[in-house]
């Protein structure tokens, strides 16, 4: 009844299909540092080395992996072009905002290049041509928009007639000089440029944090680090203090690589400006296809969002196998602009970053630039627009709508008492919540049969999960909450798992 099955989100990614890396010890006693970062990712391993270079010393706490969590589930472009993301800003928060945006986005980019080169990080960096593209006649205006904001906001942006793709598409966006990059590869090369006086630690997960003139944090082995500074850059901010839940709606993507029959993949990094978003990309010989968003916990969830992706590929390429697959969750604040600076209105030396809206290769750079220079006492010039103590009144509809949608979700879930299904004609592969003698129970039969039952009602604040088809897990759709099927959690914010359900 509980043995556990594999996902297929991360464990399936192109950036993880490789040696396994060097691994870092779990926090066996008690530290004491200037300054402890909480994630092992793009962001986390970014602002510990940047601390490093201004002369801290500092501790990095992942849970599992480094480079194992968001940063693994990405297609790895780091560019300031992205998307129609200047139109939506200055839409929401005016050109000084924008303008804010892309001077950290490409100072993000060019970062990234300095730290390759200055720690010799074989990453299979390349500079790359970056497109936003018109895949059809009614997303061509969204292009002649998205290139004056981004012109406005200071990109040195063309309008060409195609991107580098072999298929017809009504106009782009192109912007030289961007990179791509091997994420995972990337990420564990800046651990590895940390020196004797920081160091990381994985499978420690902060659980606690005590305030003080000095923090501490205490860890899931028992041992706890002291520092005057704590990062929290765990893609979603642990501890849920602040609201975050309610300023950032979590969306899951999905990605798989190609490898083609006959000729090469494009080499430039094209994204198509409409909903249906396509994002291609090239890694050696592999073509890279993304897409398919939907917010977490919809009925979206199926394994036919692979399959939509391959049939893009097919459609236009010759190819022979579907080489990778794997997904992301990404959440994207109320109001599109990350989240990063001090943690609470009131915080001195707790900070945070989260939100960078699928660009979180680039984003989490410029995130860990804006909190090293905070934390060194340097003023970043960035530091007003991206402040999480912001409130956008523009944009304060949203956080009312994702406010309803919480609480039409825990009123529908109480009136809804679950599936009158027979947990015996559960096929394989099949999940659904069913009214047990438990309660409410997320119920799946494994492909060998074996059922999983677990508490339908999420543990951070109680709606009722769903299940995830195209990845077989439980996703609450308040919050993007994750779990896999024996309860584990994949995805905050929650942080204690789905309680065992005995449905036999
Ligand atoms: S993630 Fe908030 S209630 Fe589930």
Known sequence: MTSRIETTSARESLWL???????YPALADDLEVDVVVLGGGITGLTTALLCQLDGARVAVLEAERVAGGVTSCTTAKATALQATVYSTIRSRHGAAATQAYAAASLAAVERIAELTAANDIDCDLLRRPAFTYA?????????TREHAAAK???????LVDSPDLPFPTF????LDDQLEVHPVRYVRGLAGALDDGSSVYENTRAIELSEGSRRTVQTSTGASVRAEHVVVATHYPVFDRGGYFARLEPKRSYCIAVRLASGTPPRGMSISAGDNTRSVRSYGDLLIIGGEGHDTGSDQAQPERYAQLETFAREHWDVA??????????????????????????????????????????????AAMMLADAIAGRESPWAAT????RLSLRSTPKIAQLGVKYTGNVIGDRLYPGDERDVADLGTGEGCVLRTAAGKSAVFRDDAGVLHAVSARCTHLGCDVQFNAAERSWDCPCHGSRFDVDGAVLEGPAVDPLEPHDVD
Do not use: C, N
Not at 152 to 158: I, M, Q, R, V, W
Not at 171 to 174: N, P, Q
């Open 152 to 158: 406005e906001a200071g990109l040195d942006a063309t």
């Open 17 to 23: 299909d490789g040696p396994d890396a060097p691994s």
């Open 321 to 366: 196998e579907v080489t990778h697959r794997w997904s992301a969750q990404d959440p994207v604040p109320y109001d599109h602009l990350p989240f990063v600076g001090p943690y609470l209105p009131t915080s001195k030396g707790l900070w945070v970053a989260t939100g960078f809206m699928k660009w979180g290769i680039t984003g989490g750079t410029f």
């Open 171 to 174: 106009g782009a966006i192109r």
């Open 386 to 389: 991206f402040t999480p103590t």
């Open 135 to 143: 895949a059809e006649e009614s997303e061509r205006a969204a292009v």
